[in-house]
C-alpha cells in the first residue's frame, strides 16, 4: 500500500496566547518540550519507517531504538505527528530530560548507538494525518482524534498524549504537569482541519521573571564592534556568592541596540572579572566554551557586574548551577537591585510530577493536597 502522504510534510503550528482559552470547542494537550516528529509508517515499503524532523530532515539515524518500538507498534499504513521525548528518573518518578535528548544528535555512529540504550528516546503521538490509504488532513481534529486513540488502543507499544475538552482539567493540568517537564498547553478547534506550516493551533507557555547581573555582551553581527550590541550576558549568584552565566538577553529594536553599546562602554572590563583568570577555574558556569554544537568560543565582552536588568523566562535546564533554556525577554532595568543579590533562589521550581501519570491524564502532584 502506498501512503497517501509523503515526506517532507511540513508540521502545523501555534500561535502563543496569555492564559488557558475559555471558547467552547477546543481540545487541550500537554506541550511536550521535546524534537517535533511526523513518522511515516508504511510497513511494506522498502523504507517501513521515515522519522521527519520540523525541518524535514531524517532522524532515523539517531533515534534506532524509536525505528525498533515503532516497528513493531505500527502494523498499519500511517502517519503521525508528534514528539520525540527522553525522560530521566529521579526521586518522584520521571520527567522529561531535554539535555539527554539535544545528545542524542551526535555524529558517530557508536555515540547513537550507545546513547539509544542508555537514554532511550519515546514518540509520544498527538494527531494522525493519514491511516491506511486515507489522507486525514481535511478531516476534524475530533475524527482524527478518535482514529488516533483507536490505533493506540490496536498497538500497545504507541504512546499517545492525553487530552481534554474540560478547561478546567486543561487549568490543574497547566498548574501540574509543568513538574514532569513539560511546557504548557496546546489547544486544537475540535472542528480543525490539519494545515501543513500554519499557525492553526494555540500554546500557552509558562513565564516567570527574575532579576539578573549583567556580566558582558556580544557585539550584533555585521556591524562594527563597539557600535552596536547583539545580546547581553546574564548571571545570578549561588549560595556561595559565586556568579554564574545563565543565558542572555537580546532581540532589541536596531536603535536600542545602538544605545546599548554608548550606554554600556563605561563598563567594559576585564578587570578582576568574576569569569575570567582564576575565577573561571572554580567550576562555574561560563559564557562562550567550546561544545559539540561548535567548534570555537564564542566572542563576548566582560563588563563590571553591577547593572540588574529584570527578564521573562519560561524554563530552566541543567543540574546546578542551572542555566535559561531558551533566549529570556527583556523586561525592564532594575536600578534598585544589588547585583549580589541576584541569586539563584528567586526561581521558580515547580512541583515534581511523574511523567507516566502525565501520559494516563491523572492529575496527582507531589504537592497537590497543599
Same mark, same amino acid.
Given at each position: 500500500?502506498?501512503?497517501?502522504? =509523503?515526506?517532507p510534510?511540513k508540521?502545523?503550528? @501555534?500561535s502563543?496566547?496569555?492564559?488557558?482559552?475559555e471558547?467552547?470547542?477546543?481540545f487541550?494537550?500537554?506541550?511536550?518540550?521535546?524534537?517535533?516528529?511526523l513518522?511515516?509508517?508504511?510497513?511494506?515499503?522498502a523504507?517501513?519507517?521515515?522519522?521527519?524532523?520540523?525541518?524535514?530532515?531524517? &532522524?532515523?539515524r539517531?533515534?534506532?531504538?524509536?525505528l525498533?518500538?515503532?516497528g513493531?507498534?505500527?502494523?498499519?499504513?500511517a502517519?503521525?505527528d508528534?514528539?520525540?521525548?527522553?525522560?530521566?528518573q529521579?526521586?518522584h518518578?520521571?520527567?522529561?530530560d531535554?539535555?539527554?535528548l539535544?545528545e542524542?544528535? =551526535?555524529?558517530a555512529? %557508536?555515540?547513537?548507538?550507545?546513547?539509544?540504550?542508555?537514554t !532511550?528516546?519515546t514518540?509520544i503521538?498527538f494527531?494522525?494525518?493519514?491511516l491506511d490509504?486515507?489522507d486525514l488532513?481535511g478531516?476534524?481534529?475530533?475524527?482524527?482524534?478518535?482514529?488516533?486513540?483507536?490505533l493506540? %488502543?490496536? =498497538?500497545?507499544?504507541?504512546?499517545?498524549?492525553? +487530552?481534554?475538552?474540560?478547561? +478546567?482539567?486543561?487549568?490543574e493540568w497547566?498548574?501540574?504537569?509543568?513538574?514532569?517537564?513539560? /511546557?504548557?498547553?496546546?489547544a486544537?478547534?475540535?472542528?480543525?482541519?490539519?494545515e !501543513? #506550516?500554519?499557525r492553526?493551533?494555540l500554546?500557552?507557555k509558562?513565564?516567570?521573571?527574575?532579576?539578573?547581573v549583567v556580566?558582558?555582551?556580544? *557585539?550584533?553581527a555585521?556591524t562594527?564592534?563597539g557600535?552596536a550590541?547583539?545580546s547581553?550576558?546574564?548571571?545570578l =549568584?549561588?549560595d556561595?556568592?559565586?556568579?554564574?552565566?545563565?543565558?542572555v538577553v #537580546?532581540a532589541?529594536? @536596531?536603535?536600542?541596540?545602538?544605545?546599548?553599546a554608548?550606554? &554600556? @562602554?563605561? &563598563?567594559?572590563? @576585564?578587570?578582576?572579572?568574576p *569569569?575570567?583568570g582564576?575565577?573561571?577555574?572554580d567550576g562555574?558556569?561560563?559564557?562562550?566554551g567550546?561544545?559539540? *554544537?561548535?567548534?570555537?568560543?564564542?566572542v563576548w565582552? !566582560?563588563l563590571r557586574?553591577e547593572?540588574?536588568?529584570?527578564? +521573562?523566562?519560561?524554563?530552566?535546564e541543567?543540574?546546578m548551577p542551572?542555566?535559561f533554556?531558551h533566549?529570556?525577554?527583556?523586561v525592564? *532595568?532594575?536600578?534598585? $537591585?544589588?547585583?549580589e %543579590?541576584? $541569586?539563584y /533562589?528567586q526561581?521558580e521550581?515547580?512541583?515534581r510530577?511523574?511523567?507516566d501519570?502525565?501520559?494516563?491524564g491523572?492529575?496527582?502532584?507531589?504537592?497537590?493536597?497543599t
Amino acid at each position: 500500500m502506498t501512503l497517501p502522504l =509523503h515526506p517532507p510534510v511540513k508540521p502545523m503550528l @501555534a500561535s502563543p496566547v496569555d492564559g488557558v482559552p475559555e471558547r467552547a470547542g477546543l481540545f487541550f494537550e500537554p506541550k511536550w518540550d521535546g524534537f517535533r516528529c511526523l513518522v511515516f509508517a508504511d510497513p511494506g515499503a522498502a523504507e517501513p519507517l521515515f522519522l521527519q524532523s520540523r525541518t524535514g530532515k531524517s &532522524l532515523n539515524r539517531y533515534f534506532p531504538e524509536v525505528l525498533a518500538d515503532l516497528g513493531r507498534a505500527l502494523t498499519r499504513p500511517a502517519v503521525l505527528d508528534g514528539e520525540l521525548v527522553v525522560t530521566r528518573q529521579d526521586e518522584h518518578g520521571d520527567r522529561l530530560d531535554w539535555d539527554a535528548l539535544t545528545e542524542r544528535i =551526535h555524529p558517530a555512529a %557508536s555515540r547513537v548507538k550507545l546513547l539509544a540504550e542508555r537514554t !532511550p528516546a519515546t514518540f509520544i503521538a498527538f494527531d494522525l494525518l493519514a491511516l491506511d490509504d486515507r489522507d486525514l488532513c481535511g478531516e476534524p481534529f475530533s475524527t482524527r482524534r478518535e482514529l488516533l486513540s483507536g490505533l493506540e %488502543s490496536d =498497538h500497545s507499544g504507541l504512546r499517545t498524549t492525553p +487530552a481534554t475538552q474540560d478547561h +478546567a482539567l486543561a487549568g490543574e493540568w497547566f498548574r501540574v504537569f509543568e513538574g514532569a517537564g513539560l /511546557d504548557g498547553l496546546i489547544a486544537k478547534d475540535a472542528d480543525g482541519r490539519y494545515e !501543513p #506550516g500554519k499557525r492553526t493551533m494555540l500554546k500557552v507557555k509558562h513565564a516567570r521573571t527574575a532579576d539578573c547581573v549583567v556580566a558582558g555582551l556580544r *557585539w550584533h553581527a555585521n556591524t562594527e564592534p563597539g557600535t552596536a550590541v547583539g545580546s547581553l550576558l546574564l548571571g545570578l =549568584h549561588d549560595d556561595r556568592s559565586v556568579l554564574h552565566h545563565v543565558g542572555v538577553v #537580546g532581540a532589541f529594536p @536596531a536603535a536600542r541596540r545602538r544605545e546599548l553599546a554608548t550606554s &554600556l @562602554a563605561p &563598563l567594559l572590563s @576585564a578587570e578582576d572579572h568574576p *569569569w575570567l583568570g582564576p575565577h573561571a577555574e572554580d567550576g562555574r558556569r561560563l559564557p562562550g566554551g567550546v561544545t559539540r *554544537w561548535r567548534s570555537g568560543e564564542l566572542v563576548w565582552e !566582560p563588563l563590571r557586574p553591577e547593572k540588574v536588568v529584570e527578564v +521573562a523566562y519560561d524554563h530552566t535546564e541543567g543540574a546546578m548551577p542551572s542555566r535559561f533554556r531558551h533566549t529570556t525577554q527583556f523586561v525592564r *532595568w532594575r536600578p534598585d $537591585r544589588d547585583p549580589e %543579590s541576584c $541569586r539563584y /533562589d528567586q526561581l521558580e521550581e515547580p512541583a515534581r510530577y511523574d511523567l507516566d501519570s502525565v501520559l494516563s491524564g491523572t492529575v496527582r502532584a507531589q504537592d497537590a493536597g497543599t
